[in-house]
């Protein structure tokens, strides 16, 4: 079965530290990996989007990483802020497929 | 401009009940989306439409009905509402077709609706 799993839950860091949110997946043949942001009360914005021949992708201080022999992709974020703050979202395409599979996202909430 | 918009932005209403949300985009996208986002923040896709045409449907009540007038515009009727209709409906669009998941998707605000 095709599942997106995504740890932690939930995170809470203080502002200007870093921190990495994590997804594994089992989605074969896999397609591509993106990573969005979804503040409160709004809609998904994308971050990144990676094909299985990519390894990292920067989006100002977000990188995401993406391993596809182990199925697993992390999300950096550098020197948080405040507007950090919002649910990220780990979403895997099946190749040539219609399945687009969604995590249950991380709540990240950035403190002063 | 507002690149994807949706209306009503919230909708309370009764069981039993029929209504409509709206959605239009402004990209010139051919494709367009409607997801589920439950209580638990789980995404879900609903129905993608390509040039006015269904493309994805995924195991959705029949209740829910989309509707593409034009190629800008996707709307979802929803008949006979139920308590667990609750939820908050995002509107999207992209280029390319739908399973071309390498394109990229811009979504709307979102509809909460509350059904009581």
């Known amino acids: 079965k095709n599942q997106v799993e995504q740890s932690p839950q939930s995170l809470i860091i203080l502002e200007g530290k870093n921190c990495t949110l994590q997804?594994?997946?089992?989605?074969?043949?896999?397609?591509?990996l993106r990573w969005y942001k979804q503040d409160t009360g709004r809609g998904p914005v994308s971050l990144t989007i990676?094909?299985?021949?990519?390894n990292t992708k920067s989006n100002g201080r977000y990188t995401a990483t993406l391993d596809a022999d182990t199925k697993q992709s992390s999300l950096h974020i550098t020197a948080s802020q405040l507007s950090d703050s919002a649910s990220y979202i780990c979403?895997?395409?099946?190749?040539?497929?219609?399945?687009?599979?969604f995590g249950k996202g991380t709540t990240l909430s950035v403190s002063s | 401009d507002t690149a994807v918009s949706q209306t009503p932005k919230y909708l309370v209403t009764q069981m039993g009940n029929d209504k409509s949300i709206k959605c239009e985009q402004n990209?010139?996208?051919?494709?367009m989306y409607w997801y589920k986002q439950d209580s638990k923040k789980f995404l879900k896709i609903m129905f993608s439409?390509?040039?006015?045409?269904?493309?994805i449907n995924e195991t959705v009540p029949n209740r829910f009905s989309p509707k593409s007038p034009d190629k800008a515009h996707l709307n979802l009727h929803i008949n006979s509402l139920e308590l667990g209709d609750s939820a908050v409906y995002f509107c999207?669009?992209?280029?390319?077709?739908?399973?071309?998941?390498?394109?990229?998707?811009?979504f709307g605000p979102g509809t909460r609706l509350t059904v009581t």
């Open positions: 999207a669009s992209s280029q390319g077709v739908a399973g071309a998941w390498s394109y990229e998707q811009y």
């Open positions: 997804c594994n997946y089992t989605v074969s043949p896999f397609s591509n």
């Open positions: 990676m094909t299985f021949s990519e």
């Open positions: 979403v895997v395409s099946e190749k040539a497929g219609t399945a687009l599979i």
């Open positions: 990209l010139g996208h051919d494709t």
């Open positions: 439409y390509n040039n006015k045409e269904l493309i």
